[in-house]
Structure formats: C-alpha cells, structure tokens
C-alpha cells in the first residue's frame, strides 16, 4: 500500500474523463499543502493488486467525489463494484461523505444518484463552460470537498497560524513541551556496518530500535548518547515487525528510561520524534506532527501508525531517522520504521510509518525490578488481520496443512459470520507464500455488474488473477476470444498460462474469500462444479500446482443451502471453525487484563463466539466498565451484531418461529428440516437426554435475545 492509498479524498471518474481528475486535483492543490490528499485510479501501480488497491483506498477515504458522465454511468468498474454498495446504504448511515459532479450530460436522473445533492449544477456540466466559468464552478466543488474533509476556512491574515482541529493536535500549533523536548536524552545514535538509525532507551540495560539498522541477532554495535558512547549487543528482532531489542553492556543509570503507551494512539492526537539522520550527522533533529490514522497499515501491509508531519518536505533524505520513537503524552506510542519513498528514494510530502507501541511491547524480555513491562491492547473487533493477535486454531491448521499435500483437495473453511474465517485464511496463506504464489480475491467485493452473468463473473475472476500473478492482460481477450463458453476459457487460461508461467514457484494457490457471496447467483454450482473439475484434474500435468481454498459463511444454509451437499461434496476437505476453547478466551482475556473476574459469565452467556468475546473483552475495557455489566440486560454492546441476525431470520419467517419456539421451550415440536437449518446455520444445536430424547438448545444463551 502507498502513501496515495492513505487519501481523504477518492476520486472515481471513467477514464475519457482524465483531463477532468487534472483539472480537479490541480485545483485542490493548496488545500494539499495543508494535508489534503486525492486518490483515483491512476495512482494504482503496476503489479499492484487492482481491486485491493481500489477497496483499500475507499476504507481510508472520507471524501468519495464522483465525477459522472455518459461513459461513468455506462460502465465504471469502480462504481459497479465498490459505490454501489456504498450508495446502497441509507444515507444517515453512510460512512463516506458522497459528492458528484457532472461533467458531461448525461441520464444521472435515472440513477441512484438522483437521490444526492450534486456539487454543482448538473445542468450546467463542466464540459459545456468556458474554462473560467469551469475554474469557477471547481473553486466551489472544492470548497465543498473542503468542508466535508473538514479543513477550515482560512480568514484573511491568518495563513501563517491555520487551526485545523484534529483531537488534541492543530496544525500551526505545537504539541507540549514535555513531548517535544524531555524524551531527547533518552535517544541515541546507532552506525553499524549494515545501515544508519537511531534506537531509545526503554529499560537501563535495554534500547528499541528496527531491525533493518541492525541486521542479525549477536551482532555487537556502538550507539552513541548525548553524554557518551556505549557498546551493546542485539538481542530479539523481529523480521515481521522490523524491530529489535539491544541489550547493553552496562546499564545506563544517568537517565530515565521512555515508557510504552498502554493506551492505542488516538487519531489527531500530538506526536513528536527524535532521530539522527544522515543529513545532520549526529546532531538530533526534531519532527512534529499528528495521527492521521492510528490503525492504518504500511507499505508492507503491517500494523502501523499512519503519521503526518509538515516538517517532512518532498524530497527530504530521513536516513537515519529509522527506529526513532514517537512520543505524545509523555509516553512512546511507536517506533519509526518507514517513510513513502519519492523516485529518488527521498520522502514524499508528509507522510511516515510507526510500529505500534503494542507490538514493541511483545518483543521485551521480561522486565524486574522497578522497570514493567506495559501490556499493549489487541486492535478492535473487525480489524484487518495482524499476525501479532492471532490465536491458533492448531487442529484447524493442521487439517488443512494436510490436505493441502494432496493435490486435487480443495480445502473449504465454514464457520458462521464474524468467526475468524478470514484472519484464519491469512495465516494460512502466510505459510503457503513459501510453496508458491498466492492469489487471495475477496468474492465480497465485486459489484453486481461483474456477478450478473456467469460469463461476466469469470472474466473478471480471471482478469484478477493474471493481475495477482504480474501476468499480461492481453491474455485475457486472448482466452475469452476462443469461444462462448467461460469455463472453457477459464481452465484454457489457467492451464496454459498462469500453472505453467516460466520461472514460476511449484504452487499457485487460489484463494476465494467470501465464496458464499454467490450462493443466491443462479449459476453458484455450475461453479462450484467447475472447481471440483479442476481438482479432479490433478493427476494431469499442470493442475496438480493448483491449490484451493474457500470461505464460505454457514449462514447460508437459512436459505437450504449446504455445501456437503453441493458439487464439491465427497472432494473438498471441509473445516468447521469451531468455538474457541475456554484455554483461547482466557489468553484473549489477559490481553485486555482479565484473569478470573468475569469470564466464566462471558462463556456462559456468548460460548466461544470469537467476535462475541472479542466485543465484550474490548467495550469492557474502552468503556471502563465491569465485564458482568457488559454482559448485563441493560448493554446495547451486541445489538448491532443480533441486529443482523435477526434480520436475516426474519428473512426465512418459518425458521424465526422455530427459533422463538426453542428459546419459549427447548422441548418445543420443531420440524426436522427447519431444526437442521438452523443447526447448520450456527443458531441451535442438538443434544439427547437420558432417555435418548432428542432436545434442541441455543448455540449461545445470547440469541434468547432474538425472540
């Protein structure tokens, strides 16, 4: 992910609207000196991940600014696949601020966006204005687009001192003295034959700092204080994180140590850093700025801090600054690791990665005396996966490391929503990086045009994948020009140019995330059919490279559907995710602090639900409340989740009854198909009495919040 990932504003426009992005972006300049930032699809770089790309930029945009046109409205990949959704939703419910432009007539009347105030006239579109009365329809748009990112209005005279409320941070302000300034003597300078940094005192005997300034465990270095030079030894790094522990040869009793944040940074919040760069020897130079975003990713898609200083100018030569800590409130919240290199491998304009405090924090050995070790906190529910917060599924893993030796096994995870089936897929795919390419599609994403036809569908599947694999894009009209039938063309493509790809690793695992968001698609098993063809070509040079995975929601059997009994039954190797284990909640509990207090109410009431407990553990403790309150009748904390799922039930009104009966009385008559679905679908399971009758109960006691 690049810095132009990071964009308050996304631009979607079809592409013989170009010179209108030009002329939009050339006009928002000035509102980019004061930490605006535009993002469209000519940022995306090639090799990258198109629609990765695209669904990144969206979740980090607060702006989306449509730009709408006959040829937009005809056909506009990012509309179809990624607005629609988006304007699907009520608006009072919408997370992005939606704002639309004509800039050719067009039948914008007849589309959804007939139900949003334009930025301008759209009966005067831009195309037919001269150019000034275009500047001066442009200068209002981006006032608009000013006032919905929330920069300020600037008054005459007032320039040189701009308030920009972020949090506890404004631009043109500094941040308190005591983390400006009282952290310096705690950071030292560190040259070693592998590169340049800086690393900072966090215990007398022990310094943080990355490990790409360091290289390899055992290696002796000399790092350089204000007061003196001191030898020291590396100890822990981590490859993943780029960050690793120096152990001194003395302890350095003359200052105090920095102390970890317990606490998450908070987005808008003050920082400032001290490092050593290049550029000025060993003299320390000081950086200022703000979170822009506090649980954003890096250029390598590891948990980051996202920070923006204006002290970075375009260009600007940070060697050195690498492992410097990043202080607000008196405490370290990161650790410098990473800026976003221009072409000539200087800085962009603003914008630099922290590695979290909570991942610093893992990598310190054991603290004694009056030096703790600070506990950091697990990212919210819902969070992009971070390998750091994982919890095994060793059984899980196992069985699918297994099938995974056989070729022709589809491997299909299955586990309800919101159950770790993603962060589950990711740790595997971690592994699997070793054995070969990986291809991940999140099936979530595509719009309702892709997945109208079968035809449609397939194509941009392939398309995806040649993308994924850097492969050309002429193959796909080479291989949709062979014939009518698309799964032909599919396994023509994949079997002559993608399996067998020169200097190709042994595997190519696919990866298909999401899969059951095609079960109400009338052509789902002539797919899933197509799959179970591929995996029983396996014996046949190249498909036994080929490797699947699917996740597929349990959910869906509220519609009938079941995927043992589908094309892939007797083929596939299917794994339920199952509950995690009491031994899984309570390590997910000492993470938020809990030992005892609490957790065995939090089992009986959620089971081992992982988004459940993950909820509870985490409003517990961001709200400051006792565990049990959580849990209590008067909390609202799972009523967005039951919300859902009640929805969904009141979908299928035969099985909601059903539901209802078994919470009034769980010997209630429940016909058999309706029990099996609602079984399947994660809401009941079955157990016998001593009498060997059969009695249905609630998965979790908190669906008796359902009725």
């Known amino acids: 992910m690049s810095f132009l990932m990071l964009a308050q504003v996304f631009i979607a426009h079809s592409a013989q609207d170009a010179v209108w992005v030009q002329r939009l972006t050339t006009m928002l300049t000035p509102l980019g000196r004061l930490g605006l930032s535009c993002w469209d699809e000519a940022k995306i770089l090639p090799g990258q991940h198109r629609q990765e790309q695209i669904a990144v930029a969206l979740s980090a945009a607060r702006v989306v600014v449509m730009l709408v046109s006959p040829d937009f409205l005809a056909f506009n990949s990012v509309f179809e696949q990624q607005m629609s959704a988006i304007l699907a939703t009520p608006i009072q419910e919408q997370r992005l601020k939606v704002l639309w432009v004509a800039v050719r007539p067009s039948l914008w009347q007849q589309s959804v966006l007939a139900s949003y105030q334009p930025a ?45 409320p972020v949090g506890e941070f404004t631009l043109g302000s500094k941040p308190p003295q005591s983390s400006a300034t009282e952290f310096r003597a705690a950071c030292a300078s560190i040259v070693t034959g592998s590169g340049r940094g800086t690393g900072y005192l966090v215990r007398p005997d022990c310094l943080l700092t990355c490990q790409h300034v360091v290289a390899s465990e055992g290696e002796k270095v000399r790092v350089r204080f204000s007061f003196g030079e001191f030898d020291a030894r590396v100890g822990a790094v981590d490859e993943h994180s780029d960050c690793a522990v120096l152990h001194l040869a003395q302890p350095i009793v003359e200052i105090a140590p920095l102390s970890l944040a317990v606490e998450s940074a908070q987005q808008g919040s003050a920082w400032a850093c001290y490092g050593f760069p290049a550029a000025t020897m060993q003299s320390g130079f000081l950086l200022e700025g703000y979170v822009q975003d506090a649980s954003g990713e890096d250029l390598q898609h590891r948990p980051a801090l996202v ?40 800085a962009q304009f603003g914008v630099v990665y922290a590695c979290p405090a909570r991942v610093l924090a893992r990598l310190l050995p054991s603290a004694s005396g009056s030096v703790r070790r600070l506990k950091p906190m697990p990212p919210p529910p819902k969070s992009a996966y971070d390998p750091a917060w994982y919890l095994d599924r060793s059984d899980e893993e196992a069985r699918a490391r297994r099938a995974w030796e056989t070729p022709g096994a589809p491997v299909v995870l299955q586990a309800p929503e919101l159950f770790g089936k993603t962060w589950f897929l990711m740790r595997m795919l971690a592994e699997m990086r070793e054995r070969g390419r990986t291809v991940y599609i999140n099936l979530k994403t595509l719009g309702a045009e892709t997945l109208a036809t079968f035809s449609t569908f397939l194509r941009e599947l392939a398309r995806l994948i040649l993308e994924c694999c850097a492969l050309p894009a002429a193959f796909l009209d080479q291989a949709w020009g062979r014939s009518n039938n698309p799964e032909a063309n599919l396994n023509w493509l994949l079997s002559t140019q993608v399996l067998p790809s020169p200097g190709a690793s042994p595997w190519l695992v696919l990866a298909l995330d999401g899969a059951d968001a095609l079960a109400d698609k009338p052509y789902f098993n002539r797919f899933l059919t197509l799959l179970r063809g591929m995996a029983e070509q396996a014996a046949l040079a190249p498909w036994g490279a080929l490797r699947l995975i699917l996740t597929i929601s349990s959910t869906m059997a509220l519609r009938g559907q079941d995927i043992h009994r589908s094309p892939l039954e007797n083929v596939a190797q299917i794994i339920p995710l199952a509950d995690f284990a009491p031994s899984q909640v309570a390590q997910m509990a000492t993470w938020y602090g809990y030992r005892d207090s609490g957790i065995k109410q939090l089992m009986d009431f959620t089971g081992g639900h992982p988004y459940l407990i993950h909820l509870a553990l985490h409003e517990a403790q961001h709200r400051k409340q006792p565990l049990v309150d959580i849990l209590g009748p008067k909390s609202r904390v799972f009523d967005p989740y039951l919300q859902v799922c009640r929805k969904r039930l009141q979908q299928q009104p035969e099985l909601y009854h059903a539901l209802r009966a078994v919470v009034t009385d769980e010997r209630a008559a429940v016909i058999e198909e309706h029990a099996t679905r609602l079984i399947d679908a994660g809401f009941l399971i079955d157990e016998y009495d001593d009498r060997d009758n059969r009695v249905l109960r609630l998965r979790y006691l908190i669906y008796r919040r359902l009725a």
């Not at 409130?329 to 990473?338: D, E, F, P």
């Open 120 to 164: 301008s006239d759209p009966d005067k579109p831009l195309a037919g204005l001269s150019d000034s009365e275009a500047d001066a329809a442009l200068v209002k748009i981006c006032r608009h687009i000013q006032a919905a990112v929330g920069i300020p209005f600037a008054t005459p005279g007032s320039l040189d001192y701009l308030e920009f």
């Open 307 to 346: 920070l923006y200083s204006r002290n970075i100018t375009a260009g600007a030569e940070l060697q050195g600054f690498s492992g410097s800590p990043v202080v607000a409130s008196g405490r370290v919240i990161g650790q410098l690791c990473q800026v976003v290199p221009d072409d000539n491998s200087g």
